[in-house]
T-cell receptor
Framework: DAGVIQSPRHEVTEMGQEVTLRCKPI?????LFWYRQTMMRGLELLIY????????DSGMPEDRFSAKMPNASFSTLKIQPSEPRDSAVYFC????????????FGEGSRLTVL | RKEVEQDPGPFNVPEGATVAFNCTYS??????FFWYRQDCRKEPKLLMS???SGNEDGRFTAQLNRASQYISLLIRDSKLSDSATYLC????????FGAGTRLTVKP
């Protein structure tokens, strides 16, 4: 079975540009999480969805960040405009089905904003 | 105060040593608890769940103390391959991670 799929794996962009990160959760999972990881702040929960509905976005840093889940098999995290302090690894994870409680992570999207 | 707190380490131990990590959480209504392992530049992966009665998986033992709101992970007879960052996770309808504890096992 395919795991959580994230794209792009790496992105380098310039300050002010729009960044869109994509995630395909494991089929059958009904919860999806977006995390950001930096050396300074560790793994921070940005937002999570249950059955495609955003439940808690209190971790989203500011209005420049937005996330959507238009259907059960796709989610995006968008940063507009991007800033150098947004540089981090962004992970998407899903859970649900028979393995409720275990989070399955994608390989992450490493973002560098110059 | 952070919702989930861990000693960041690093812990540097020789092979064969026993090492213990603790993690405290602030939400007393938290429902479930886990330990994850993250290798350098990789995604976190589930190491083990933590049950109220405590649980053991080979060299790894996890315990939960609800009264004091902490969970622990004990690694016995540590191996070089145990070198990684260990993250505790606390779930209350979300999944909050501690900052992780870096372990290095040396020959």
């Amino acid at each position: 079975d395919a795991g959580v799929i994230q794209s792009p794996r790496h992105e380098v962009t310039e300050m002010g540009q729009e960044v869109t990160l994509r995630c395909k959760p494991i089929s059958g999972h009904n919860s999806l999480f977006w995390y950001r990881q930096t050396m300074m702040r560790g793994l921070e929960l940005l937002i999570y969805f249950n059955n495609n509905v955003p439940i808690d976005d209190s971790g989203m840093p500011e209005d420049r960040f937005s996330a959507k889940m238009p259907n059960a098999s796709f989610s995006t995290l968008k940063i507009q405009p991007s800033e150098p302090r947004d540089s981090a690894v962004y992970f998407c994870a899903s859970t649900g089905g028979k393995n409720t409680g275990e989070l399955f992570f994608g390989e992450g999207s490493r973002l560098t904003v110059l | 105060r952070k919702e989930v707190e861990q000693d960041p380490g690093p812990f540097n131990v020789p092979e064969g040593a026993t090492v213990a990590f603790n993690c405290t959480y602030s939400n007393s209504a938290s429902q479930s608890f886990f330990w994850y392992r993250q290798d350098c530049r990789k995604e976190p992966k589930l190491l083990m769940s933590v049950y109220s009665s405590g649980n053991e998986d080979g060299r790894f033992t996890a315990q939960l103390n609800r009264a004091s709101q902490y969970i622990s992970l004990l690694i016995r007879d540590s191996k070089l391959s145990d070198s990684a960052t260990y993250l505790c996770v606390v779930n209350y309808n979300d999944m909050r991670f501690g900052a992780g504890t870096r372990l290095t096992v040396k020959p």
